[in-house]
């Protein structure tokens, strides 16, 4: 009788803990749908921590990853689901993709041919295995017009971007970190988007103002 009982608690536990992951991604998939790519990530996370084998949870909590650009995090997952049976062709292309953003181009190369596997006469395809191949024809410091590119230290901002020359320095948009849910953006988690201005200093240094 002990045994009976302990084989239906066993039973009972791992229905209730699928239940839970399935639970969390329907959760996921509603905010992903809404593009509240931050508030996806954390239930696909729970779904994940709850059935690391579910593929819809991983599948999702890697493409959530690469959308809020954060390539490190949406390397580590893809590597898992493309390993993964039910892993689908195209989990190989954003898996070279975030290769590439993270400088591993012979891991890239890897990826991007697998992928081409499925997709032959792909000139896109092509070209980023050739990129892969070739990582010093873009990993550089220099623009097409042969500008050097020095990056300007913004402390404070999760991310900067849009630059436009105005009144001798620089306008442009930017997101800092917010701390609890008051003026957040659902869709990454940081500040909502605004403007800023940023001036040459006496010593030719860029600061924000």
């Keep these: ?17 699928g239940c839970g992951a399935n639970y969390y991604v329907k959760q996921g998939n509603k905010k992903f749908d809404a593009f509240a790519y931050a508030d996806a990530v954390t239930h696909y996370s729970k779904a994940a921590a ?15 990853y690469r959308l809020l650009n954060k390539p490190v995090e949406a390397e580590a997952n893809y590597r898992e689901v493309v390993a993964m049976p ?3 062709p195209v989990n190989q292309f954003f898996f070279g993709k975030m290769l590439m953003q993270n400088k591993k ?6 990826a991007f041919e697998e992928y081409a596997k499925s997709v032959p006469n792909d000139p896109v395809v092509a070209e980023l295995i050739d990129a892969a191949a070739h990582p010093e024809k873009f990993d550089s410091k220099l ?17 900067a971007m849009g630059a436009s020359p105005y009144n001798f320095g620089y306008a442009f948009s930017g997101e800092t970190a917010v701390e609890g849910k008051k003026g957040r953006d659902p869709y990454n988690g940081n500040s909502f988007i605004d403007l800023y201005f940023i001036k040459k200093d006496k010593e030719s240094l860029l600061s924000i103002v």
């Design 1 to 17: 009788m002990k045994k009976t009982y302990s084989i239906f608690l066993l039973g009972l536990g791992l229905i209730l803990g």
């Design 50 to 64: 709850k059935k690391p084998d579910l593929y819809s949870a991983k599948k999702k909590l890697a493409d959530s």
């Design 86 to 88: 039910e892993s689908e």
């Design 105 to 110: 181009y012979d891991e890239a190369k890897k």
């Design 143 to 159: 623009d097409t017009c042969a500008y050097k590119l020095t990056q300007i230290d913004a402390p404070g901002f999760v991310n």
